[in-house]
């Protein structure tokens, strides 16, 4: 058995998975991306904000009880 053997399955998801942005297959190169335009659409979404995990809305802190 070859340490590279665990690898390979590994190798094969990748080729079979699409590529987030357009759907076309993901290049080894840009994993998991097609091609760089497609990895810095994504960058770009990123620092736009556009990936927001939705949670309850921040406001004023809750104040601390008086006593």
Do not use: Q, T
Request: charged residues 35%; negative net charge.
């Amino acid at each position: 058995m070859n340490a590279n053997d665990n690898l390979r399955p590994m190798e094969d998801e990748r080729k079979s998975r699409a590529c987030p942005i357009c759907g076309k297959p993901s290049s080894e190169r840009y994993d998991p991306f097609c091609s760089k335009r497609c990895a810095d659409v994504d960058l770009h979404r990123w620092l736009r904000g556009g990936y927001v995990i939705p949670g309850a809305e921040s406001g004023a802190p809750p104040e601390a009880e008086e006593n």
